[in-house]
């Protein structure tokens, strides 16, 4: 097969072609270190703060769509035709400021300064998107970008009004955008990349069929999709990820499409590529879903990346297998497909063959009858980590529970179902009384730990409270709000 | 024309930051920014793995054997003293000898070709040692004897034991108030350019440069004369800043020298929260008498504190907590004691309010308590404990509060505010609301404005006027954020009456001030915009005795207005005006100095006046929690807040909102957790969880009391600004306390613990149905 060993992209307005990026090598490290472009800052190097913050753009299903993400945990190979911006490029000729840099300084939206350019970023892919953004907007804009000084007021002011400064059709980035698509499709040549060092090789497979090859090739390399957990194996824990194989410009594990009773998630889409089909579908997993991490987080990470590394703690595995879904495993051109219960086997133990990767998740749609939740409760409400996620899903009829789904995360060593509370739903009847029971029978699915996130005590005491929750929130007697994002 | 025309960013209007522009463009440069001389070597830290040990000896041959690495330093490398105590205990090894004192330690130093090799090699030494008990915190440090790790203060005033005799209802209680990590964006960095002879500059991110310069100094075994500490500025400190920084000096100085190369040094983020201290944490004993009516008789408290394997800056912490274990309130018997606990932790250090913030939740939380022993508005308790009247004016250090501004203050937010309607209507939703339930508090601050190491109290500064009229600013004080360079050009400007852009601020370095004191204790303007403006005068009377000399007129014909120079009748612009006095050789420079005037403090005894003044302010708090998750929304906070008269309305609002929302994090969501090893989990924003733009008030009204002026001569009747309102966070804690006390009819003070995450907020609630 003919390879390519160059990793090509556009810095701002300059052609980058690099001969020799390793597997491990981030894009921030670059922009600094390299390329002497310090405005963009590493602040905790794990995808939490967002002083990193930087756009990429990328020729997906839907176009040239420029999206903010985390330098500091995205590797450079990744970045691989693709146009980066950093906070170098947004002022105009002659140092001019750009719109939202200008409601930045009248607003005093900054203090010490330093998570300012990450600030400035998030703000301009929001004004890009939604010009005139309510302060909410602004806020859920903002969960990926850490403020130690200001207290966020006046950014959250500044931000709402950048309108009054300029306007998208005139920016920038939209000025060239035709002629960024021309260079950035010059950039596709259809083949195999394969560049660094041997011992810590970068491999971008040319398509969904090339990886399946490349992993047959390399039947333990690792598997890079968003890199919002394996950017941290790198930065936090200096482990080796070489060879690694890169699937993030894959688009067709990107599509999410339903397909007759159910939707098929490729294993590459990322939370946001997700968000329009659940607003249609699964509507009660958007509240959820927008306080999985920050935005420039959602922007990386996949559904399929999330299931695959096996976490206990990951946000999505509970709610999808409390609907049912099932995951499609690839192995060369063999496909095999698992209940997505039965894929997590022990802690850090998965149901997943050298060589084999997740191709797709299919979720079954809800049916009238069918009640669905999600929660999760965190130290912080937004971009924190679960501890305690549960997926609550089961069929009403005549007032009978039936095919009760209960699937908790933070409960156990893996995401897992809490099969004696739903033996206690199904066939009862939709009463307090058998509620209490199903959270009196939580106490026989889990054992949970106590961590910093959470004790054992208020792990046990929340969950059960989760499913009084449920109650209350779908029974049709009570009036009162259960939650605060109803209050 | 003379009244019609005025300068640009003149004191008190709300000028943006000088560093705005250079902010949001990303050209402000921070230390990682600074462009490295050729051949720089980067240093990175080696750390323990136990809390508590013998140190036998540490195996570095796969350390050395990794490419690109230049060598290690360990305490065999020091050529001075091995100690950075700040307050010369000499408790503070750079790398310890002989043993490990908690989990974390900085141990060796590996350096290398590139930051990355040296970070990867550091993980390769062998460590070998004998592991000792540990003790974590500071009740298992007594329970275990340790010692304090410096000596405790004991403040008393009254009758205390007699009080209790015949008292008419006493409370026993105690409240855990939890750490804090100072989450600057910016982590700690220095970068060492080695020089001739002992020579060596340090550019680093410290709020301390002249501590950083004497440290650097001892360690190197060289006079203070050789070593030029540098900061242009710091992307955030809050006073983690202050001392911390010096190890980091330290480490890349001492390696400069070793191998005569330069050395830069940046611990990663959980390097940098695992390595370095917090705020101490503290369990707060309390008893407490008062009346029927809830007014106290009598405190007793018992504060004791995390400290940490050393000393660092626990003693004026600790103080600190008692110096502000009063809040606002008049305690007419009163016993304060603090144990400062030496624990098997990192040594814990300043932190924005300096232990005052921990003094103050001791305060509120006894107003708590008799508020609910009586059945009364938690804020009539308040009120009926305020300073004032005649004999109720002396803290438990003796010093009279002679400026209290509290009574307007208060009554204003409580109307503005409308406190009392949203109690009522907060306690008849909680009664139809089973699960969601509301808390509304209102609390007030008062803080003390000073080192109490009263010979901190003093600044310098020093003021070029360039012959072309332009101006050089240099003075001691560390720009970290809160805009203290742009308020003291605001001095200098309207001093000189000149544009704000005519003046060119520079960075902080020991060259140009020797001797500074840390820009801390929320003093940076109060004593260096006093110590520039003492320049300018000094330029000024130079430039009026030449004006009066060569114009024939007299001091008052010769006014500087609005970037022009009146004398007598004729009208010079400013840059002309300075041409001829240049010609004329006039010296156009000058070195101010400013000291606090009626200061004085005498720790054995606990008596004095350590403060100069008071700042004052208030906010009222609401909020809602789940009780069936203890999850939590503030929904509205109203703050009125006494800056006295505001140099910078704009930057003081931006001081007053930062500090509420960082207290709003120490008090819900920022919680240090150790495990049973010592090893700090909670060690980046992944696990450690400061407030998002989500979780600050849904309504948020903050106004400074512009009625206020300091009734000292502070900078233009200014007050400072950084820490008191960092204590207004404390509305929300008090909030969160009183939904909390709802599920059980307000009959019990739920007594939260610090930080009141969702977890303990969920546990107090069972706790308190289960007592019914």
């Known amino acids: 097969m003919d390879y390519q060993r160059d990793i090509r992209f556009i810095l701002n307005g300059t052609d980058v072609a690099l001969d020799d990026v390793s597997a491990s090598q981030t894009l921030l490290d670059f922009l600094r270190l390299e390329r002497r472009l310090t405005g963009s800052k590493e602040g905790c190097a794990e995808g939490d703060c967002g002083a990193c913050t930087v756009l990429v753009g990328r020729l997906g299903n839907a176009g040239l769509v420029y999206e903010p993400i985390n330098a500091c945990i995205r590797f450079l190979a990744s970045i691989n035709g693709c146009h980066v911006v950093t906070v170098e490029h947004l002022s105009g000729p002659k140092g001019r400021l750009h719109p939202v840099q200008e409601a930045m300084i009248e607003h005093h939206g900054s203090q010490c300064g330093f998570c300012t350019p990450g600030f400035v970023m998030s703000l301009y892919a929001l004004w890009m998107q939604t010009p005139e953004p309510t302060s909410q907007e602004v806020e859920t804009a903002l969960q990926g970008n850490l403020c130690r000084c200001t207290g966020y007021e006046p950014i959250i002011k500044a931000a709402v009004a950048v309108s009054r400064y300029g306007t998208p059709s005139s920016d920038l980035l939209n000025a060239e955008r035709a002629q960024i698509m021309t260079r950035l499709q010059a950039l596709q040549h259809g083949k195999r990349i394969v560049s660094g060092p041997k011992d810590n090789l970068s491999i971008i497979p040319a398509n969904v069929d090339d990886l399946a090859d490349c992993l047959l090739s390399y039947p333990n390399a690792t598997i890079v999709a968003g890199s919002t957990d394996v950017g941290l194996w790198v930065t936090k824990f200096l482990r080796k990820i070489g060879p690694a194989i890169f699937t993030g410009h894959l688009n067709a594990l990107k599509t999410v499409e339903r397909q007759g009773g159910q939707l098929k998630i490729g294993a590459g889409a990322s939370y946001t590529d997700c968000q329009a089909i659940l607003s249609e579908h699964l509507p009660h997993l958007l509240p959820y879903w927008n306080r999985i991490a920050g935005w420039q987080v959602r922007n990386m990470g996949t559904v399929g990346g999330n299931i695959a590394n096996g976490s206990p703690i990951g946000d999505t595995p509970p709610v999808l297998i409390a609907l049912g879904a099932e995951i499609t495993l690839r192995h060369g051109a063999a496909r095999r497909n698992v209940p997505l219960e039965k894929f997590f086997i022990d802690y850090g133990k998965q149901d997943r063959a050298p060589a084999e990767f997740v191709e797709s998740i299919q979720v079954p749609l809800p049916g009238p009858d069918d009640l669905n939740a999600a929660y999760k409760i965190s130290k912080r409400r937004d971009e924190d980590i679960s501890s305690v996620a549960v997926g609550i899903h089961m069929t009403v009829t005549g007032n009978v529970i039936s095919n009760a789904r209960i699937a908790f995360g933070g409960m156990a060593a893996t995401p897992k179902r809490a099969t004696a509370a739903e033996a206690a739903l199904n066939g009862q009847r939709w009463t307090r009384e058998n509620f209490e029971a199903a959270a009196a029978a939580l106490a026989e699915d889990f054992e949970p730990l106590t961590d910093w996130r959470a004790s054992a005590a208020y792990r046990k005491l929340s969950a059960q409270n989760l499913l009084r929750r449920f109650y209350l929130e779908q029974d049709a007697q009570s009036a009162a709000p259960v939650q605060l994002i109803n209050a | ?772």
Not at chain 2, 97 to 107: A, E, K, S
Not at chain 2, 171 to 189: F, P, S, T
Not at chain 2, 457 to 477: F, R, T, W
Request: glycine letters at 8%; one cysteine or more.
């Open chain 2, 1 to 772: 024309m003379k009244d019609n025309v005025s300068i640009t960013g003149t004191a008190h209007s709300d000028r943006i930051h000088d560093s705005a522009s250079k902010h949001v463009t990303g050209a402000a440069d921070y230390t990682d920014d600074i462009t490295l001389p050729e051949g720089t070597l980067h240093a990175y830290l080696g750390v323990s793995d136990v809390a508590h040990a013998t140190l036998l000896d540490i195996d570095y041959t796969d350390v050395l054997a990794t490419p690109g690495v230049i060598g290690i330093l360990t305490a065999e490398d020091v050529p001075g003293v091995n100690d950075l105590s700040p307050t010369g205990r000499n408790d503070e090894p750079v790398f310890p000898t002989d043993l490990i004192q908690f989990h974390g330690q900085p141990l060796f130093a590996v350096i290398a070709e590139t930051r990355d090799i040296a970070r990867h090699a550091a993980e390769k030494a062998k460590i070998n040692c004998d592991v000792l008990p540990h003790a974590l915190d500071p009740i298992q440090a007594q329970q275990a004897g340790y010692p304090h790790v410096t000596a405790p203060l004991k403040l008393e005033r009254g009758d205390v034991d007699g009080a209790f005799e015949t008292a008419s209802n006493r409370i026993k209680g105690r409240i855990a108030v939890g750490g804090q990590d100072h989450m600057y964006l910016e982590g700690h960095i220095a970068l060492a350019i080695p020089g001739e002879d002992d020579d060596i500059i340090v550019h680093s991110s410290t709020q301390h440069p002249s501590e950083a310069q004497h440290m650097v100094a001892q360690v190197l075994g060289v006079p203070s004369n050789a070593v030029v500490v540098n900061v242009r500025r710091m992307g955030g400190g809050f006073g983690g800043k202050e001392s911390q920084m010096n190890l980091f000096c330290a480490v890349a100085a001492m390696a400069a020298k070793k191998w005569n190369r330069a050395v830069k040094i940046r611990p990663d983020r959980d390097q940098d929260m695992t390595a370095t201290g917090k705020r101490h944490d503290f369990v707060i004993d309390y008893d407490v008498s008062f009346d029927a009516a809830g007014r106290i008789e009598a405190v007793n408290g018992s504060f004791a504190a995390r400290c940490g394997f050393s000393s660092d800056l626990s003693g004026p912490v600790t103080d600190r907590a008692l110096f502000h274990a009063d809040n606002a309130y008049f305690y007419p018997n009163v016993r304060l004691e603090s144990h400062p606990m030496k624990t098997n932790t990192v040594s814990n250090t300043a932190f924005r309010g300096f232990g005052g913030p921990q003094g103050v939740v001791a305060a509120e939380r006894i107003i708590e308590e008799i508020a609910y022993a009586t059945g009364q508005d938690p804020l009539d308790v308040r009120k009926a404990n305020f300073y004032g009247g005649k004999g109720r004016d002396i803290t438990p250090y003796h010093q009279k509060v002679e400026d209290s501004i509290l009574e307007r203050l208060v009554e204003e937010l409580e109307t503005t505010s409308d406190y009392r309607q949203r109690r009522k209507d907060i306690m008849a939703f909680n009664e139809t609301s089973p699960v969601l339930k509301k808390g509304i508090a209102l609390t007030p601050v008062k803080f003390g404005i000073s080192f109490t190491a009263t010979w901190y109290n003093q600044a310098g500064a020093l003021v070029h006027v360039y012959n072309d009229g332009s101006i050089h600013l240099n003075h001691g004080g560390t720009e970290m954020g809160q805009g203290l360079n742009t308020k003291v050009a605001q001095i200098v400007a309207e001093a000189f009456q000149v544009d704000f852009e005519q003046i060119k601020i520079t960075k902080t370095t020991t060259e140009k001030v020797p001797n500074t004191s840390a820009t801390a204790a929320s003093s940076g303007t109060d004593l260096n915009g006093m110590a520039a403006l003492n320049a300018v005068e000094q330029i000024k009377a130079r430039l009026v005795e030449f004006a009066t000399r060569t114009w024939g007129v007299t001091a008052e014909e010769v006014s500087f207005h609005a970037n022009h120079v009146f004398i007598g009748k004729d009208i010079l612009t400013f840059a002309a005006f300075i041409k001829q006095a240049y010609l004329a050789r006039v010296q156009l420079s000058a070195a101010g100095f400013y000291k606090t005037p009626k200061i004085h403090w005498d720790r054995a005894k606990g008596q004095g006046r350590p403060f100069y003044y008071y700042a004052y302010g208030a906010a009222c708090s609401e909020v809602t929690i789940d009780t069936l998750t203890g999850e939590y929304r503030v929904e509205r906070t109203d703050i009125l807040h006494d800056v006295g008269r505001s140099l910078n309305p704009a930057l003081d609002k931006g001081q007053v909102e930062g500090a509420f929302i960082q207290g709003m994090g120490w008090l819900t969501t920022e919680e240090l957790w150790w495990d049973n090893a010592g090893r700090l989990r909670t060690h980046a924003p992944s696990t450690y969880k400061i407030p998002l733009a989500s979780d600050r008030p849904r309504i948020f009204n903050v106004n400074l009391a512009d009625w206020s002026e300091n009734r000292e001569l502070t900078v233009k009747r200014s007050k400072a600004v950084g820490e008191p309102p960092f204590m207004l966070g404390i509305s929300v804690f008090e909030a969160l306390s009183m939904a909390v006390a709802s599920v059980a009819n307000y009959r019990a003070c739920p007594r939260l613990d610090a930080p009141a995450t969702p977890e303990r907020v969920l546990l107090a609630v069972a706790r308190l149905q289960a007592e019914g």
